[in-house]
T-cell receptor, first 116, second 113 residues
Framework: DTAVSQTPKYLVTQMGNDKSIKCEQNLGHDTMYWYKQDSKKFLKIMFSYNNKELIINETVPNRFSPKSPDKAHLNLHINSLELGDSAVYFC???????????????FGPGTRLTVL | AQSVTQPDIHITVSEGASLELRCNYSYGATPYLFWYVQSPGQGLQLLLKYFSGDTLVQGIKGFEAEFKRSQSSFNLRKPSVHWSDAAEYFCAVGALNNNDMRFGAGTRLTVKP
C-alpha cells in the first residue's frame, strides 16, 4: 500500500552511462515531481508534470529528461552521467493546484545515485 | 518566487529538553508552510503544515509550529525531545500560483543522552 514508490533505492554506475529511475504513485494524484538532494542535504526541484505536461523545469541540464507514460508514473532518465550527478533523487506527487487550494506533496523514499 | 531560510545548520539538545527550530520565509502573498523530517537514509515525512486558520498547528510526534506573519516565521517546537527525534528537519514554503515548493537548507538535530 505504498503511496509513492521509487526504484531502484540505490544506483551505482560509471561516468558516461545512461540510467533511469522509476517513480509510481497510487494516490490518484495528477501532478508528479522530481527533486535532487545534494551532499549538503539541499533539496531542489527539478521537474513537475501535470497531466503529461511539463510545468516546471528549473535550470537542469538537458541530459535529464522526465518521462510520464501515464499520470501514475514519472520516470527520470539521465544521459551521459557525470560525477556531479551523484545525489539522492526524490519523487513526489500531489493533486493539481487549482488556483484556490494548495495541495501538499507526498514524497517517495528516494534513490541514492552514485556516479564513479 | 518564494524562499525559505533555516538559520541553524546543526542543533544539539539533550534528551528531554525542549526544542525550537527556526524557519523564516519570503513570499509576497499567503504562504503555505510545511515542516518535513528526514531520518538518516530515509525519505521525507510531513510533520505538519499551515494553510490557513489557527496560527498554532499541531503535527505528528508531538511537534507543533507557530505561524507569525509579522515575523515571516514558522518555527517548529517540541516540549521534550526524544532520542528518536534525531534527524534532518526541513521547512518548506509553497505558493498558490505555482506548484513550486521551496525547501530550506535543513537543520540537523542531534540528541544527547
Amino acid at each position: 500500500d505504498t503511496a509513492v514508490s521509487q526504484t531502484p533505492k540505490y544506483l551505482v554506475t560509471q561516468m558516461g552511462n545512461d540510467k533511469s529511475i522509476k517513480c509510481e504513485q497510487n494516490l490518484g494524484h495528477d501532478t508528479m515531481y522530481w527533486y535532487k538532494q545534494d551532499s549538503k542535504k539541499f533539496l531542489k526541484i527539478m521537474f513537475s508534470y501535470n497531466n503529461k505536461e511539463l510545468i516546471i523545469n528549473e535550470t537542469v541540464p538537458n541530459r535529464f529528461s522526465p518521462k510520464s507514460p501515464d499520470k501514475a508514473h514519472l520516470n527520470l532518465h539521465i544521459n551521459s552521467l557525470e560525477l556531479g550527478d551523484s545525489a539522492v533523487y526524490f519523487c513526489a506527487s500531489s493533486r493539481t493546484m487549482d488556483g484556490s487550494s494548495y495541495n501538499e506533496q507526498f514524497f517517495g523514499p528516494g534513490t541514492r545515485l552514485t556516479v564513479l | 518566487a518564494q524562499s525559505v531560510t533555516q538559520p541553524d545548520i546543526h542543533i544539539t539538545v539533550s534528551e528531554g529538553a525542549s526544542l525550537e527550530l527556526r524557519c523564516n520565509y519570503s513570499y509576497g502573498a499567503t504562504p503555505y508552510l510545511f515542516w518535513y523530517v528526514q531520518s538518516p537514509g530515509q525519505g521525507l515525512q510531513l510533520l505538519l503544515k499551515y494553510f490557513s486558520g489557527d496560527t498554532l498547528v499541531q503535527g505528528i510526534k508531538g511537534f507543533e509550529a507557530e505561524f507569525k506573519r509579522s515575523q515571516s516565521s514558522f518555527n517548529l517546537r517540541k516540549p521534550s525531545v526524544h532520542w528518536s527525534d534525531a534527524a534532518e528537519y526541513f521547512c518548506a514554503v509553497g505558493a498558490l500560483n505555482n506548484n513550486d515548493m521551496r525547501f530550506g537548507a535543513g537543520t540537523r538535530l542531534t540528541v544527547k543522552p
